[in-house]
Each structure stands twice: as structure tokens, then as C-alpha cells.
């Protein structure tokens, strides 16, 4: 296990490397020039001069990188163009909204995903299947952005069941913070709830036909542990692969989410910093997805060996 | 004597997408005390679904008639609960594969424990000592190591034995063991014959041997029914039925079995031509007619039915003579 965990370390660090210089690259390889952008009006070749100095940019792209990677380690990230501020407390700010937010979608999803999954599964043919599967398509083919809207219009605007938009922090008032947020939540949870539905339906039905569903229904197990244990534990090997590959989807739909629900998140400043070509915020706020994404996958790794003994052993050997 | 699982007219049928198809046909066995039992037949003919429909472990597709009575008790019809507590407690199955009949990601130690824990309501510590004097049992060595093992750490042959440990861990009745040796390598085979053996030797459990190696029969068996296409077309004490086979099928099956000095003198193999015929309905004919070598005109037009007495078998021609197979 300790060997695993150390090889699998080692690979997400070097596909942090990669993330880091791709990420260099990719703000250098925008259109543009960020001096340019910076200076506005006054386009005087001094004034240019001036501004390429104090960011560094009259120096070579080796040195830059150097600078980059040194300071970001250091968590030094630079500071907006547009405010001054520096971005490192603009993303501490703006995480822990996202990350809450991810974290219910995919409590959410997961929950109503294997609850309907089992379900479709164990009830095959009837009618709990047909509705699973119809909501499940349903899910998927819906996008975020009119689901929310119709929420917002339908729940919060004519009911005024849920706050339309806006954010309280959790250790202000926990309450008013999960009421703010269990709508957004809802909404980014429903593709990835319907996916997750879909594949635990489906790897549940392999697991039901397997052998060892025969030998513990021989045993005289109650239906509860022969589904519930024995075959679940089996379909989440593949369920939580799925969820891990949807994290991507997870995090752009974020910030579609964060948009329309106003949530000063982290998907918000990614699109605000877009708009005002603020490069060293969009610099930072790619490379803390790129980590982000890679310490998920870490974890949806070790997860994935707790849940399955093989893939530690075949670490081990 | 009586018998601990007596099998009447069972009959099962399935429903297919090309109308029903007709597994087993009003079979009826019984085994006693500490007997072991063997049924015996090529792949499909009905066999296993025979063994499964015992302990009601068919799927929903499956139409069940007849009687199986363990005990005294009618297990045909029985209710979910009391087939559930009879299953693992007093009837405990072993399956051909010992591969993929365990479950990967809990220790063999669990999967144990977990029949000891479900039927006889033992705590975890008590269900652990258990399942690790049954793995000693069994003849696993270094019991206390290997339990916290999972299925994909141990051989085939382990594996198998593990299944067994299982299914004795409550000492049931009747052991129905389908095709146990099938899988393993031939080495292999002889230790869990010995395992089944010294399981009736020392706990006194019947045991239904489901198998189509006839070396297996021998070895362990004392009573021998042998079924073709669904229906069961002889039965016999073991010695009489390798020395004196009645049916036709069963010679045919004797013939086609490598033996040890038997085929010496590069003697081919007999092969029986054909195969098990898949039934849509029982016909009243004998199933096994067109394969016959001694097949007469009764055997197209009406269905034999088994002989009374020991030695029993279904044919309008049996072979009379001790033959030399």
C-alpha cells in the first residue's frame, strides 16, 4: 500500500509539473499583448517599457517560468491588475464557496444517483426502472443553465422557497448558508446525478448475475446484505471511476452554476478575470484547477483501493 | 431408514423468449444419513438446475413442481424467509467455480464469518475463532494468517476449500457440492475429494455430488443417479452401477470415461453420438432414442418409466449382460 501511494504521489507531481508549464505557456500563447492590455490609453513605447519592467515580462520566458513556479510554491501568486489585491486571498476567498458547493452536488448526485441506481437495478423491467431511467435521460439532456433559471423563476421567484441568488458564509449562519446553497447544488448535481444513476444501474446488473451474488444468496443472506453488500460494494469499483472522470464536467458547470445563482465562487472570478484580461488571476485560477483536478484524482484513486483489495496488492507486487 | 432430503416428481420449466423449455422432468432421488449421492450426466442435462431448485435458488423464469422435503419440511413453495434460513444452515452448496463464487473484495475471514454471524448469531470475535477452526478443518494451513486474506491471494484449490469451510460452517444436513472439482487442476481434484470425504467421515453430512466425471463417482460416491435430458434414467448402489450399467446412456457415458489399465491397448475413447436434445415439452417417447444404439420401436412412441427396487432404470431395452466397457 505504502508503495502505491508513493508511486501514485510521484505521478501526480509530475503531472503537476506539466499542468504548471502548460498552464505558462498557454496565458504567453493568448493573443495579445498583456503590456498592451495593461496600459490602456497611454501606448507611449516609455510607458511600455515601464510596465514590461515591472512585470517582468522583458525578461526571458526561462526566467519568467523560474519566477512563477519559486513564487507560486511559496504561494505567492501575484497581484490583479485590475484591484491591486493579491490573488492569492481573492482564491482563498472565492474556494471555499465552490468547494462547499462541489461537495453538497456530489453528496447530492451520489445519494439520489445509487439510491435510483440499486433500484432500476433490483426492479428491472418495472415500473421503478422506467422511471429512473426516464429521469436519468432527462437529467442528462437538460442543461445547468435553463434548469437553474426555470428554479430560480419556479422555486424561488413565485414560491419563495429558496433565496435567488446570493451567499452566506457557513460559520456566519449555517442554516441561511445550506438554504442559499442547496438549490445551486441541486442543479449542478443533476448531470452528474443521472450519469451516476446510469452507471450503477448497469454495473449493479453485472454484479447481480455474478457468481458470488449466488453463492451469498446460498448462504441464506437476507436480501439486504446480498444487495446492499455484496453487490453494491462490487458496482462502486466502476461508480466511483465515474464520478472522478465527471469532476471536470463538475467543475465547468460550476462555474456556469456560480453565474446564474451570483455565488462569489470560484467559477465567478474565473469569468470575471476572463473579461478583464487580468492575466495573473487567470494564471492562478488555472493552475489551482489543474491542482485541484489532480489532487481529486488522487484521492478517487485511494478511494477506488480502499474499495476494491486487488488494486492494493497489485500495487504491492 | 429415512431419508434427510427425499426429491419427488420435480419438475422445472423455464420461460424463454421461444416458449418453455423444459429442464427437469418429474425426477425424484432421495439420499440418507451421511449418504453420498451422486448425479451424474453431460453438460445440459439438467443437473444443476436440479440442485439449485433444492434450496429455491432458481431465478424468477424458473416454474418449480413437485416435492423436495429436507427433514420432513417441503422446501417447493416454501416463503422467502423460511427458504432463506434453511439455506447456508441446513442445505449449504459448493459451486464449480471456486474463481468468481467468492466475492473480491471482502477476506475470505468475512465471507465465513458471515454465515456463521447471519444463522447462528455469533459476535464477530466468536464468528472469527470459528471460521479459522473451519479453514484448519478443511485443511487450510497457517489458518490464522490466511483468513485475513481475500479470494485473489489464494490458489484455486484454496479457494474451493474456502467455499467448503463456508458451506459447512453451520453443519447442515445436506451438502450439495455442483461440479466442485471441475475447475481444478487434477492434483487438486484428489485433496478436496479427501476434504468432502473426511466431511461425511467426521461430521456424518449427506452430500449430492453433482458431476460428469465418473472418476469423481467412484471415488467418493455411494449411490449413483444418472440423468439424461431432464429425466433421471438409472439409479443404483455405485459398485452395482459401474459393474452391471443397465441404460444404454450409461454405458455410453462409461465407455466415453477414460480409466486407468482400461484402454490400454489404444482403445479409442466411445463417443455417443448426438447431442442432449433441448426440450421445448417432455415427449412420450424416451428422450435418449435417437442417440440409441439399442433403440426399439416402443422407445419412439411411449416414455419408460423407472424400474422398482435397487437398482433402478427407465428403458424399454436395457442391457441385461455385465458388458465389458
Same mark, same amino acid.
Given at each position: 500500500?505504502?508503495?502505491?501511494?508513493?508511486?501514485?504521489?510521484?505521478?501526480?507531481?509530475?503531472?503537476?509539473?506539466?499542468?504548471?508549464?502548460? $498552464?505558462?505557456?498557454?496565458? +504567453?500563447?493568448?493573443?495579445?499583448?498583456?503590456?498592451?492590455?495593461?496600459?490602456?490609453?497611454?501606448?507611449?513605447?516609455?510607458?511600455?517599457?515601464?510596465?514590461?519592467?515591472?512585470?517582468?515580462?522583458?525578461? &526571458?520566458?526561462?526566467?519568467?517560468?523560474?519566477?512563477?513556479?519559486?513564487?507560486?510554491?511559496?504561494?505567492?501568486?501575484?497581484?490583479?491588475?485590475? @484591484?491591486?489585491?493579491?490573488?492569492?486571498?481573492?482564491?482563498? &476567498?472565492?474556494?471555499?464557496? %465552490?468547494?462547499?458547493? &462541489? $461537495?453538497?452536488?456530489?453528496?447530492?448526485? &451520489?445519494?439520489?444517483?445509487?439510491?435510483?441506481?440499486?433500484?432500476?437495478?433490483?426492479?428491472?423491467?418495472?415500473?421503478?426502472?422506467?422511471?429512473?431511467?426516464?429521469?436519468?435521460?432527462?437529467?442528462?439532456?437538460?442543461?445547468?443553465?435553463?434548469?437553474?433559471?426555470?428554479?430560480?423563476?419556479?422555486?424561488?421567484?413565485?414560491?419563495?422557497?429558496?433565496?435567488?441568488?446570493?451567499?452566506?458564509?457557513?460559520? %456566519?449562519?449555517?442554516?441561511?448558508?445550506?438554504?442559499?446553497?442547496?438549490?445551486?447544488?441541486?442543479?449542478?448535481? %443533476?448531470?452528474?446525478?443521472?450519469?451516476?444513476?446510469?452507471?450503477?444501474?448497469?454495473?449493479?446488473?453485472?454484479?447481480?448475475?455474478?457468481?458470488?451474488? +449466488?453463492?451469498?444468496?446460498?448462504?441464506?443472506?437476507?436480501?439486504?446484505?446480498?444487495?446492499?453488500?455484496?453487490?453494491?460494494?462490487?458496482?462502486?469499483?466502476?461508480?466511483?471511476?465515474?464520478?472522478?472522470?465527471?469532476?471536470?464536467?463538475?467543475?465547468?458547470?460550476?462555474?456556469? %452554476?456560480? +453565474?446564474?445563482?451570483?455565488?462569489?465562487?470560484?467559477?465567478?472570478?474565473?469569468?470575471?478575470?476572463?473579461?478583464?484580461?487580468?492575466?495573473?488571476?487567470?494564471?492562478?485560477?488555472?493552475?489551482? @484547477?489543474?491542482?485541484?483536478?489532480?489532487?481529486?484524482?488522487?484521492?478517487?484513486?485511494?478511494?477506488?483501493?480502499?474499495?476494491?483489495?486487488?488494486?492494493?496488492?497489485?500495487?504491492?507486487? | 431408514?429415512? !431419508? =434427510?432430503?427425499?426429491?419427488?416428481?420435480?419438475?422445472?420449466?423455464?420461460?424463454?423468449?421461444?416458449?418453455?423449455?423444459?429442464?427437469?422432468?418429474?425426477?425424484?432421488?432421495?439420499?440418507?444419513?451421511?449418504?453420498?449421492?451422486?448425479?451424474?450426466?453431460?453438460?445440459?442435462?439438467?443437473?444443476?438446475?436440479?440442485?439449485?431448485?433444492?434450496?429455491?435458488?432458481?431465478?424468477?423464469?424458473?416454474?418449480?413442481?413437485?416435492?423436495?422435503?429436507?427433514?420432513?419440511?417441503?422446501?417447493?413453495?416454501?416463503?422467502?424467509?423460511?427458504?432463506?434460513?434453511?439455506?447456508?444452515?441446513?442445505?449449504?452448496?459448493?459451486?464449480?467455480?471456486?474463481?468468481?463464487?467468492?466475492?473480491?473484495?471482502?477476506?475470505?475471514?468475512?465471507?465465513?464469518?458471515?454465515?456463521?454471524?447471519?444463522?447462528?448469531?455469533?459476535?464477530?470475535?466468536?464468528?472469527?475463532?470459528?471460521?479459522?477452526?473451519?479453514?484448519?478443518?478443511?485443511?487450510?494451513?497457517?489458518?490464522?494468517?490466511?483468513?485475513?486474506?481475500? /479470494?485473489?491471494?489464494?490458489?484455486?484449490?484454496?479457494?474451493?476449500?474456502?467455499?467448503?469451510?463456508?458451506?459447512?460452517?453451520?453443519?447442515?444436513?445436506?451438502?450439495?457440492?455442483?461440479?466442485?472439482?471441475?475447475?481444478?487442476?487434477?492434483?487438486?481434484?484428489?485433496?478436496?475429494?479427501?476434504?468432502?470425504?473426511?466431511?461425511?467421515?467426521?461430521?456424518?453430512?449427506?452430500?449430492?455430488?453433482?458431476?460428469?466425471?465418473?472418476?469423481?463417482?467412484?471415488?467418493?460416491?455411494?449411490?449413483?443417479? =444418472?440423468?439424461?435430458?431432464?429425466?433421471?434414467?438409472?439409479?443404483?448402489?455405485?459398485?452395482?452401477?459401474?459393474?452391471?450399467?443397465?441404460?444404454?446412456?450409461?454405458?455410453?457415458?462409461?465407455?466415453?470415461?477414460?480409466?486407468?489399465?482400461?484402454?490400454?491397448?489404444?482403445?479409442?475413447?466411445?463417443?455417443?453420438?448426438?447431442?442432449? /436434445?433441448?426440450?421445448?415439452?417432455?415427449?412420450?417417447?424416451?428422450?435418449?432414442?435417437?442417440?440409441?444404439?439399442?433403440?426399439?420401436?416402443?422407445?419412439?412412441?411411449?416414455?419408460?418409466?423407472?424400474?422398482?427396487? /435397487?437398482?433402478?432404470?427407465?428403458?424399454?431395452?436395457?442391457?441385461?449382460? !455385465?458388458?465389458?466397457?
Amino acid at each position: 500500500m505504502r508503495r502505491y501511494l508513493l508511486n501514485r504521489l510521484w505521478q501526480s507531481l509530475v503531472t503537476l509539473v506539466l499542468a504548471t508549464i502548460v $498552464v505558462f505557456v498557454g496565458v +504567453r500563447a493568448l493573443p495579445g499583448d498583456p503590456a498592451l492590455a495593461l496600459a490602456g490609453e497611454e501606448r507611449d513605447p516609455e510607458s511600455l517599457r515601464a510596465i514590461r519592467q515591472q512585470y517582468g515580462l522583458d525578461q &526571458s520566458w526561462l526566467v519568467q517560468f523560474w519566477k512563477f513556479v519559486s513564487h507560486a510554491a511559496r504561494g505567492d501568486l501575484g497581484e490583479s491588475i485590475r @484591484t491591486g489585491t493579491p490573488v492569492r486571498s481573492m482564491i482563498l &476567498s472565492a474556494l471555499p464557496v %465552490t468547494i462547499e458547493l &462541489s $461537495v453538497l452536488a456530489i453528496v447530492i448526485a &451520489s445519494v439520489i444517483g445509487v439510491g435510483a441506481g440499486v433500484l432500476a437495478a433490483v426492479r428491472r423491467g418495472g415500473p421503478a426502472e422506467w422511471a429512473a431511467n426516464g429521469l436519468a435521460l432527462l437529467g442528462l439532456s437538460v442543461p445547468h443553465f435553463w434548469l437553474g433559471l426555470m428554479a430560480i423563476l419556479y422555486l424561488s421567484v413565485a414560491l419563495g422557497l429558496f433565496p435567488a441568488s446570493g451567499f452566506v458564509p457557513f460559520f %456566519t449562519n449555517p442554516v441561511a448558508n445550506l438554504h442559499h446553497l442547496i438549490l445551486p447544488a441541486v442543479i449542478l448535481g %443533476t448531470g452528474l446525478a443521472a450519469v451516476i444513476m446510469r452507471q450503477t444501474r448497469s454495473s449493479m446488473l453485472d454484479a447481480l448475475s455474478a457468481d458470488y451474488i +449466488r453463492t451469498a444468496e446460498a448462504k441464506g443472506l437476507p436480501p439486504k446484505a446480498v444487495i446492499g453488500k455484496h453487490a453494491l460494494r462490487n458496482s462502486l469499483i466502476v461508480v466511483v471511476t465515474i464520478v472522478g472522470l465527471q469532476l471536470g464536467a463538475l467543475i465547468s458547470g460550476a462555474v456556469v %452554476t456560480e +453565474r446564474i445563482f451570483a455565488l462569489p465562487g470560484f467559477g465567478k472570478l474565473t469569468v470575471d478575470a476572463v473579461f478583464q484580461r487580468d492575466y495573473p488571476v487567470i494564471q492562478a485560477v488555472v493552475l489551482v @484547477t489543474a491542482t485541484a483536478y489532480i489532487v481529486i484524482n488522487l484521492l478517487v484513486d485511494l478511494l477506488y483501493s480502499v474499495i476494491d483489495p486487488r488494486i492494493r496488492v497489485r500495487g504491492e507486487a | 431408514m429415512t !431419508p =434427510v432430503l427425499a426429491v419427488k416428481d420435480l419438475s422445472v420449466t423455464f420461460r424463454t423468449e421461444d416458449g418453455p423449455l423444459s429442464a427437469v422432468d418429474h425426477v425424484s432421488f432421495e439420499v440418507g444419513d451421511g449418504e453420498v449421492l451422486a448425479v451424474v450426466g453431460e453438460s445440459g442435462c439438467g443437473k444443476s438446475v436440479t440442485a439449485m431448485s433444492i434450496a429455491g435458488l432458481l431465478p424468477r423464469s424458473a416454474t418449480v413442481d413437485g416435492s423436495v422435503e429436507l427433514d420432513g419440511t417441503e422446501l417447493i413453495g416454501a416463503d422467502k424467509r423460511t427458504l432463506r434460513s434453511i439455506r447456508g444452515r441446513e442445505v449449504a452448496y459448493i459451486f464449480q467455480e471456486p474463481m468468481t463464487s467468492l466475492n473480491p473484495v471482502f477476506t475470505v475471514g468475512h465471507q465465513i464469518s458471515e454465515v456463521l454471524r447471519t444463522h447462528i448469531g455469533l459476535n464477530r470475535q466468536d464468528a472469527r475463532t470459528r471460521a479459522i477452526e473451519l479453514l484448519k478443518l478443511v485443511g487450510i494451513s497457517s489458518a490464522e494468517r490466511r483468513i485475513g486474506d481475500y /479470494p485473489h491471494q489464494l490458489s484455486g484449490g484454496m479457494r474451493q476449500r474456502v467455499m467448503i469451510a463456508m458451506a459447512v460452517a453451520c453443519d447442515p444436513k445436506v451438502l450439495i457440492a455442483d461440479e466442485p472439482t471441475t475447475a481444478l487442476d487434477v492434483t487438486i481434484q484428489a485433496g478436496i475429494l479427501d476434504v468432502l470425504r473426511g466431511l461425511r467421515e467426521r461430521l456424518g453430512t449427506s452430500i449430492v455430488l453433482i458431476t460428469h466425471d465418473l472418476g469423481v463417482v467412484a471415488d467418493l460416491a455411494d449411490r449413483v443417479a =444418472v440423468m439424461y435430458a431432464g429425466r433421471v434414467v438409472e439409479t443404483a448402489e455405485v459398485h452395482d452401477l459401474f459393474a452391471n450399467p443397465q441404460h444404454p446412456y450409461t454405458t455410453g457415458l462409461l465407455g466415453a470415461s477414460p480409466a486407468a489399465g482400461r484402454h490400454a491397448e489404444s482403445q479409442r475413447l466411445n463417443e455417443i453420438p448426438g447431442l442432449v /436434445p433441448v426440450l421445448t415439452e417432455q415427449p412420450d417417447a424416451c428422450t435418449f432414442a435417437d442417440r440409441c444404439p439399442r433403440a426399439v420401436d416402443t422407445c419412439t412412441t411411449s416414455q419408460p418409466q423407472l424400474t422398482p427396487g /435397487p437398482h433402478r432404470v427407465a428403458c424399454w431395452n436395457p442391457v441385461r449382460e !455385465p458388458v465389458e466397457v
